[in-house]
């Protein structure tokens, strides 16, 4: 069974840096596509940043391209989703998500982290 669990959620102030991580167990991480998504309050789950089986393609959303890197360790079983430049939309509940298909729609995605939260403070 796969598991995967979210870390380095936290308050900042806008304008700072964050960083999460994802680490998996289970099965072998190397084979499957990986991604982040988030929810804001009242707002239904949008795809942030996903990353190939090999990292050789990355796909983020309009809303981070630019100030965000998606990156995955396959050594280390772990992605990662550095934030710069933080604003106050970006305020959600962030979830690692793991599948089979590399796509920016929550149903490519069958394994799930519970979420780490960030918070940007103005």
């Known amino acids: 069974q796969v598991q995967l669990v979210e870390s380095g959620g936290g308050l900042v102030q806008a304008g700072g840096s964050l960083r999460l991580s994802c680490t998996f167990s289970?099965?072998?991480?190397?084979?499957?596509?990986m991604a982040w998504f988030r929810q804001a309050p009242g707002k239904e789950r949008e795809f942030v940043a996903a990353?190939?089986?090999?990292?050789?393609?990355?796909d983020y959303a309009d809303s981070v391209a630019g100030r965000s890197t998606i990156s995955r360790d396959n050594a280390k079983n772990t992605v990662y989703l550095q934030m710069n430049r933080l604003k106050r939309e970006d305020t959600a509940v962030y979830y690692c998500?793991?599948?089979?298909?590399?796509?920016?729609?929550?149903?490519?995605?069958?394994?799930w982290g519970q979420g780490t939260q960030v918070t940007v403070s103005s």
């Open positions: 990353i190939s089986w090999s990292g050789g393609r990355t």
């Open positions: 998500a793991a599948g089979g298909t590399y796509s920016r729609s929550d149903n490519g995605y069958d394994t």
């Open positions: 289970g099965r072998t991480f190397s084979r499957y596509v």
